[in-house]
């Protein structure tokens, strides 16, 4: 079990004294952690998006085995390719079989609210002990009121560069503001190798690239109240600097899919990208690739006009289906992994390609384990939801699934379109999922 | 013999037994059976499923209701589903064409006398036989903006100085993707033609000659009227096929570069599995009938002109 007895006598003397003090107040109830007994014969079933480094696998793994061991149940945990989680999530939501516990993307849970099983009190009790929820993944999670998933992590998205390329257009440092990295991009095309990032119908890097370029000058899909507003000076802003990015590019970025960067950073034929950190270790675990492993460097992406750094990762969050036979137990399971000891050795074994989604968890040796690690623990900080600034739902992983604000950015930097044509177009399409 | 076939008639013909013409029916229906069973349940119900989806407003995790044509009113009014219509067609056509035209070339090559006849034939079935997923993640590698082994080759003998963008430039795009579609369609022209080649008597050609045909009078007036009922055949699955092409699209671009190559089956995928709103890609999906039904009516009507094949005229 997640608790000890002494956990436990603790929660429930908190609740006590709240009791006694303020009337059984319902906030400081929450903050003592749940206390989930599986039930008797319980077994679990637990579906992942496939890992993308092997330490992660095998910590969730081996936390789950002491899971078992501490409580008698049993978890299956299966994997399935990281696509193919959003639509196996939906059909077990509808048809009510499958999974009882599984690890989602983005506003999935939005998907399918009532499916869920309410998971606010874990959430609630691990926010007040670890110093909140950044924002960003608790949007994600927390519909209205309620947490309807656990955030689980963001996978963070970041630029890495070649040092030795970098110097040799004559710079020392990475800028920090996007109008300084544009003016680099541009020496880098003409003195060293050019950037280069992904702008075909690349699922993770596509869409952190082009919300990257049009939050970061203060454009937005929709308002709070769900309201289309990308059709703005902003993103017409975002859109001009876009077009003059993209003429410092590698040829041929359109086409790029989300391997495409990594292969052609790999080979040295561009000396900036943005990706995951795993592309880094892919290069530091091939003695081949030694010398390039020794060059790269990391940084978050620039700072556009808005002042501070946002961008979008990608997020993962735990959710429970309600038809779970085990909810107890599927509970039970999730405060154990969700929790710090647990989370310390995922995100450790992670190598840095999870970033905790609470503040209190922030603190992991792994950021230091290596300098490239670094920007990489900022993720969760920066993140913003993808259907920003408006509400989470249908609309919002409708537009960003059919790549409006890819193709919007795509159109306009490659210069099929003005700014101004591609912006109004992103508008219908977006209005189409929003209906005015 | 004679006699006890004609006695066997005679007796047939003397008792009809009505229970027995009842029972053939019977049988006849009870064989038929199962293939029903299997066409209501694979074919009839999804399509119907299909049908009815894109009336509702269904999403993945929920299920919808009706909302008549809300759909393709919804469609009618997306300029990314009009151009999806457009590069189908366009697909569809230039890629059609052209594998009837090199198939057929390719079957009567293969129709003549050859060393390893049977050898060669295998080998151009190839990349008919071979998983599509696989050979267009091939092509993927050849077709990449950095690492294509055409670009290469040009560099190195000095033809162009960068190499070319492929999958990134949309014109190059969907000719790539039209041209791979070739690739992989021209076997299956080829062998159903070269099938039918064979099937035509070669009297008919010696006594052509005989009269003073040249080899393109024999071809013209011999080899296509005979070969034309197959051509309406091959064709029409040709089109179906290509029509409907997912996976070559999904693997090399996905629908893109700026949604250049989206076929209305990646995009009714796009939106109904990825984008969870499955009412509307069953309505994208529908949307393709009508195409289909017009190449198929187009094959059997205007392909299969049967007065033409026995010598008349059109008309």
């Not at chain 1, 370029?213 to 017409?236: A, F, L, R, Y």
């Not at chain 1, 790999?266 to 990208?273: A, E, F, Q, R």
């Not at chain 2, 998983?131 to 055409?150: E, G, K, R």
Request: with cysteine.
């Amino acid at each position: 079990m997640t608790l000890s007895r002494r956990d436990l006598l603790i929660g429930t003397a908190g609740i006590a004294a709240g009791a006694q003090l303020l009337g059984a107040s319902p906030a400081l109830a929450q903050a003592a952690a749940p206390s989930y007994k599986p039930e008797a014969g319980a077994t679990l079933r637990v579906l992942r998006w496939t890992p993308f480094v092997k330490g992660d696998e095998d910590s969730w793994l081996a936390n789950t085995k002491k899971f078992t061991e501490a409580t008698g149940v049993e978890v299956r945990v299966d994997k399935e390719s990281w696509e193919d989680i959003r639509p196996k999530a939906a059909v077990a939501a509808n048809v009510g079989a499958g999974p009882d516990v599984m690890l989602v993307w983005f506003d999935d849970p939005f998907q399918y609210p009532d499916k869920l099983l309410d998971v606010t009190d874990i959430a609630t009790s691990f926010a007040s002990r670890y110093g909140g929820y950044y924002p960003g993944l608790e949007g994600y999670a927390k519909k209205d009121d309620k947490f309807i998933a656990l955030p689980l992590a963001a996978i963070g998205n970041g630029i890495l560069y070649r040092e030795s390329l970098l110097q040799q257009a004559g710079f020392s440092k990475f800028p920090e503001k996007t109008d300084e990295f544009l003016e680099m991009c541009k020496v880098l095309k003409a003195k060293s190798k050019p950037a280069g990032f992904a702008m075909g119908k690349a699922v993770g890097d596509g869409n952190n690239f082009a919300h990257w370029i049009v939050w970061s000058h203060g454009g937005k899909m929709v308002d709070e109240s769900g309201k289309v507003v990308i059709n703005s000076p902003e993103t017409i802003k975002a859109l001009q600097y876009a077009r003059e990015l993209y003429q410092t590019f590698i040829p041929g970025t359109e086409s790029w899919l989300d391997i495409n960067n990594n292969r052609v950073f790999l080979s040295g034929d561009i000396s900036v990208t943005a990706n995951g950190v795993s592309l880094y270790y892919s290069a530091k675990n091939d003695p081949k690739m030694a010398d390039i492993a020794k060059d790269i460097r990391s940084t978050v992406l620039p700072t556009g006009p808005v002042g501070q750094p946002v961008e979008l990762h990608q997020t993962t969050s735990a959710v429970i289906f309600r038809y779970s036979k085990f909810p107890n137990a599927a509970r039970a399971y999730l405060q154990f992994m969700l929790d710090k000891p647990q989370m310390d050795a995922w995100i450790s074994g992670s190598s840095a390609y999870c970033c905790p989604p609470l503040k209190g968890m922030i603190d992991n040796p792994i950021w230091s384990a290596d300098p490239v690690n670094e920007p990489y623990k900022r993720a969760s900080s920066t993140l913003r939801p993808n259907g920003y600034a408006g509400p989470l739902g249908y609309a919002s992983a409708a537009t960003m699934a059919d790549y409006v604000m890819v193709d919007m950015v795509a159109e306009a930097a490659s210069g099929q379109r003005t700014p101004e044509e591609a912006a109004k177009r992103a508008e219908q399409r977006a209005n189409r999922y929003y209906r005015v | 013999m004679t006699e006890t076939t004609l006695a066997r008639a005679d007796a047939l013909s003397a008792q009809p037994s009505p229970s027995l013409m009842q029972s053939k029916g019977m049988i006849g229906l009870l064989f038929m059976l199962p293939a029903a069973i299997f066409l209501l349940a694979f074919l009839t119900y999804p399509l119907g499923l299909g049908v009815w989806l894109g009336f509702t407003d269904t999403r993945i995790g929920r299920t919808g209701v009706f909302v008549g044509l809300e759909n393709y009113q919804s469609l009618w009014d997306d300029s990314l589903f009009w151009l999806s219509v457009f590069n189908t067609i366009l697909y569809t056509v230039a890629a059609s064409v052209l594998k009837f035209a090199l198939g057929l070339w390719l079957a009567l090559l293969l129709n003549e006398h050859l060393p390893f006849k049977a050898f060669i034939r295998a080998i151009v079935l190839l990349p008919w036989v071979v998983p599509t997923v696989l050979s267009a993640i091939a092509f993927w590698w050849i077709y990449d903006a950095q690492f294509s082994i055409i670009s290469w080759t040009l560099i190195k003998l000095g033809v162009i100085q960068t190499p070319i963008n492929f999958l990134g430039d949309t014109t190059n795009a969907r000719i790539t993707v039209i041209l791979t579609n070739v690739w992989r369609g021209i076997p299956f022209v080829a062998i159903t033609l070269l099938a039918g080649l064979q099937t035509i008597s070669p009297s008919l050609h010696e006594a052509a000659t005989l009269d003073g045909a040249t080899s393109w009078q024999r071809f013209r007036f011999i080899t296509l009227p005979m070969l034309s009922p197959l051509i309406a055949v091959v064709m029409t699955f040709s089109v179906l096929f290509t029509f409907t092409d997912f996976q070559l699209i999904y693997v090399l671009t996905r629908g893109g570069p700026l949604n250049a190559t989206h076929l209305m089956a990646t995009l009714s995928f796009q939106r109904a599995i990825p984008g969870g709103q499955l009412a509307e890609g069953a309505a994208i999906a529908i949307a393709m009938v009508p195409f289909l039904l017009a190449a198929i009516l187009f094959s059997y009507f205007g392909l299969q002109r049967r007065r033409w094949q026995q010598g008349g005229t059109d008309e």
